[in-house]
């Protein structure tokens, strides 16, 4: 039974260059979401997606941020034009659906280093 | 909004101490709630789950209760071992309103214990 996988597990980028952080959820799991956390600081939620439709992205910045979970293949959260602010822990986590069968389960996140 | 407090760390005990993580939480109607386990370099687990008032979730010897009357969530183990350092999350899930799915963290607390 494989859990949550991301990749890459650590990710260094230049600023101005794009992130594309990768996540596959658990099998049988249809829902994604998509948290951040910041050094010395909780996880804090950005965006929660099913296939092919973004539910709540209420926690993502507006800009050069955007997430998607296509109907086949994992599900990518891209930074474009990455600044050194973005440097932080990655966290997806996939549920089986909503209500009692929302027990999200994590993967080891990607550490993104901006230079 | 919703929220959750957990006691301010870090905390540091010996083996076999017992343990007390405090939790308090504001949130509308009747959420979940949850703590998380996260060990250096990893992503977090799930560690107990409660989904209403009164519910003790329980593993591998923490425990946890749910009080409505004092929303509170506090997490407690008797005694305490070296492999149980690491960050431990207070989260709660709140599905009503415009809150979806996402989990709501509180900061996290570091445990250390020593032999």
């Known amino acids: 039974n494989a859990g949550v996988m991301q990749n890459p597990r650590h990710l260094v980028r230049r600023r101005g260059q794009e992130a594309r952080l990768r996540c596959s959820p658990m099998?049988?799991?249809?829902?994604v979401y998509w948290y951040r956390q910041l050094p010395e600081e909780g996880l804090k939620f950005m965006v929660y997606?099913?296939?092919?439709?973004?539910?709540?992205e209420s926690g993502m910045p507006k800009e050069r941020f955007s997430a998607e979970f296509p109907k086949e293949g994992p599900s990518i959260l891209r930074i474009q034009q990455v600044v050194r602010g973005d440097s932080a822990a990655y966290f997806c986590a996939s549920s089986r659906g909503t209500g009692t069968k929302n027990i999200q389960y994590f993967g080891a996140g990607t550490r993104l280093s901006v230079l | 909004g919703d929220s959750v407090t957990q006691m301010e760390g870090p905390v540091t005990l010996s083996e076999e101490a017992f343990l007390t993580i405090n939790c308090t939480y504001t949130a509308t109607g009747y959420p979940s709630l949850f703590w998380y386990v996260q060990y250096p370099g990893e992503g977090l687990q799930l560690l107990l789950k409660a989904t209403k008032a009164d519910d003790k979730g329980s593993n591998k010897g923490f425990e946890a209760t749910y009080r409505k009357e004092t929303t509170s969530f506090h997490l407690e183990k008797g005694s305490v071992q070296v492999s149980d350092s690491a960050v431990y999350f207070c989260?709660?899930?709140?599905?009503?309103?415009?809150?979806?799915?996402?989990?709501?963290f509180g900061q996290g607390t570091i445990l250390t214990v020593h032999p």
């Open positions: 099998k049988g799991h249809s829902h």
């Open positions: 989260a709660l899930l709140n599905a009503g309103g415009t809150s979806y799915g996402k989990l709501t």
């Open positions: 997606l099913q296939k092919e439709n973004i539910i709540d």
